[in-house]
């Protein structure tokens, strides 16, 4: 995981997963997760989250609804 990557983008990894994490439980909005993860600035941490997750934070957050949404629609199970 870290081989290969200086510091910096390391510690910028790290924080990127921290904000996923954070994203996934939906309780808190862009501004408070940037801040939470580090950030001061949350123009900074889209652009950064878009460099690491080819998304933005509104899309990945949208993303983990959708997939959560569907795992709680039970699927009808058809007859043999």
């Known amino acids: ?3 290969g990557r ?3 983008d390391y510690i910028n990894l790290v924080k990127i997963e921290k904000a996923c994490l ?3 439980e939906n309780e808190q909005n ?3 997760i940037a801040l939470s ?3 001061s600035d ?3 941490f ?3 989250f878009r460099k690491y997750k080819n998304m933005t934070p509104k899309e990945y957050k949208l993303k983990t609804e959708t997939l959560l949404e569907n795992e709680a629609v039970p699927q009808k199970i ?3």
Do not use: V
Request: net charge neutral; with cysteine; aromatic share 16%.
């Open 1 to 3: 995981l870290a081989y």
């Open 6 to 8: 200086t510091p910096f």
């Open 22 to 24: 954070l994203l996934e």
């Open 37 to 39: 993860c580090g950030y």
């Open 46 to 48: 889209s652009r950064t």
């Open 78 to 80: 058809r007859p043999l």
């Open 30 to 32: 862009i501004l408070e």
């Open 42 to 44: 949350a123009t900074y």
